[in-house]
């Protein structure tokens, strides 16, 4: 018998025909996610899901996965998963590292500019016939060319970042709770700094930390304090490293100058306050979203569970202890 496969939410069909085959796969063949006593349902006999951040996998959903060999999250970020859960569960988990980051890291350089140029307040000036006349300090903003790019966690997205404000010839801090190989540093000319100086220190503070315990609510109203009047604050990373309602009351009392935003705390959602604030940039957490890097994701996915299937190790295991251990197993039992 072929083993099945369970995929919760729309992929791009080129993923779902590379699965089709080797394996069953029931195709969940929307947008909507499915709820979880949904997902319970339809995973049983399954031995894969190809899961996407909206699905949550919490300890009591994980408990309930017999049989499920790997969970393969089409995203980098995979913190709709409880990792030590599935660990414990011996259960594979996947993510697509790698084939998104210049991408991402291109969407969080152009709310970089997006919202030092108030480029949509901008557009929106202009659609509405609001241009009438050339005035010296029209929309005027802040400069991102030589300027001081904070960066909050200098991991693979972190660094694609830091090359861009490179090219713009700024100066680089960083902080991250493990220090930087020194080639890494040389390379990219970045300073390791305590969180607190480089929110003083810098102009744009970019964000590219996976939301763990330790990074939630990283940046609240004390951290947003410290940040100069004129800073711009940029999240491409997930919405709960900054809490949105700090964040808003920050932008309203021009605590910091501007915010460009690809994440929310409670997606889709949007806090309200967000909406009304001309110098908050929001984009719906696209900062994979290009054709070509969509489509690797989806592939990598449908690789992970292909291999996990077949007996040849998953390419980006998030927990590659559980292949380890059942490699091992097997060298015992054979
Ligand atoms: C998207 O947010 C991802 O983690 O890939």
């Not at 480029?119 to 903003?141: P, Q, R, S, Y």
């Not at 810098?202 to 100069?228: A, C, F, N, W, Y």
């Not at 969509?294 to 292949?323: D, F, Y």
Request: glycine share 6%; proline share 5%; charged share 25%.
């Amino acid at each position: 018998m072929r083993p099945s496969v369970l995929i919760t939410k729309r992929i791009f069909p080129e993923a779902v025909e590379l699965l089709r085959q080797h394996f069953d796969v029931e195709y969940h063949d929307t947008d909507d996610g499915l709820p979880a006593e949904e997902l319970l349902r339809r995973v049983k006999g399954k031995q894969a899901v190809v899961a996407q951040l909206t699905d949550k996998f919490t300890p009591e959903v994980i408990a309930q996965l017999d049989g499920v060999k790997i969970i393969a999250n089409v995203a980098v970020g995979y913190d709709n998963i409880d990792v030590p859960a599935a660990t414990r569960a011996g259960i594979l988990v996947s993510n697509t590292p790698d084939v998104l980051t210049d991408t991402t890291a291109d969407l969080a350089f152009a709310l970089i500019l997006a919202t030092a140029r108030r480029l949509f307040e901008a557009n929106k000036f202009l659609m509405e016939g609001k241009w009438n006349k050339w005035a010296i300090d029209l929309l005027v903003g802040q400069d991102v060319h030589h300027q001081t790019l904070g960066i909050i966690g200098l991991g693979r997205i972190g660094r694609a970042v830091a090359r861009r404000g490179r090219g713009f010839q700024m100066r680089i801090l960083y902080s991250d709770a493990r220090r930087a190989p020194e080639e890494v540093e040389q390379e990219l000319g970045a300073v390791y700094v305590p969180l607190e100086d480089l929110l003083r220190e810098s102009d744009i503070v970019s964000i590219h930390t996976p939301l763990t315990e330790s990074t939630r609510h990283l940046i609240g109203t004390e951290q947003l304090r410290l940040m100069k009047p004129t800073a711009i604050l940029v999240n491409t990373s997930r919405g709960p490293v900054v809490d949105e309602a700090a964040l808003v009351e920050a932008l309203r009392n021009r605590t910091i100058w501007g915010a460009g935003l690809d994440v929310f705390e409670n997606e889709p959602k949007v806090h309200p306050g967000l909406l009304e604030l001309p110098n908050a940039v929001l984009v719906p957490h696209i900062g994979s979203a290009t054709v070509a890097t969509r489509l690797k994701m989806c592939m990598l996915a449908a690789e992970n569970v292909s291999a996990a299937l077949q007996g040849r190790k998953p390419p980006t295991l998030v927990n590659p202890e559980v292949w380890s251990r059942s490699e091992s197993r097997q060298d015992a039992e054979g």
